[in-house]
């Protein structure tokens, strides 16, 4: 008896598509090792530059500054300069990146649960 192959449905397969293609979008904005991390330590509010890069540990600030100008770019985060000497500036999400919460939430949580899962599984 010859084995039947199950054919995608051409609806099915365009809203997979769809599905991907958003995905893909996410990522390209989100894409690469800082971005996210920098997003999760705005979510805790407004940040200076130094203050930023101490809690993003390991990232140079010729990178910070870079994925700060990306992120300003697609409308996530507010760069805001403050009239004082010397001059202050700060960073905060705007209301567009603060629609990543649920996401960077899901991250979080994940992240605990795996790392437990990892800990407990080499103990």
Not at 14 to 27: G, H, M, R, V, Y
Not at 38 to 66: D, N, P, Y
């Amino acid at each position: 008896m010859a084995a039947t192959s199950k054919l995608v449905h051409p609806k099915v397969f365009s809203e997979c598509s769809k599905q991907l293609l958003a995905i893909n979008d996410a990522l390209d904005i989100l894409r690469g090792k800082w971005k996210i991390q920098i997003i999760g330590s705005l979510t805790f509010g407004k940040k200076r530059f130094t203050e930023m890069q101490r809690e993003v540990r390991g990232i140079t600030a010729r990178m910070l500054s870079k994925e700060l100008k990306e992120l300003e770019i697609n409308e996530l985060v507010l760069r805001t300069v403050h009239n004082t000497t010397p001059v202050t500036v700060e960073y905060e999400l705007t209301d567009y990146g603060k629609t990543l919460d649920k996401v960077i939430e899901g991250l979080r949580d994940w992240g605990v649960k795996h790392r437990k899962r990892i800990i407990k599984k080499q103990s």
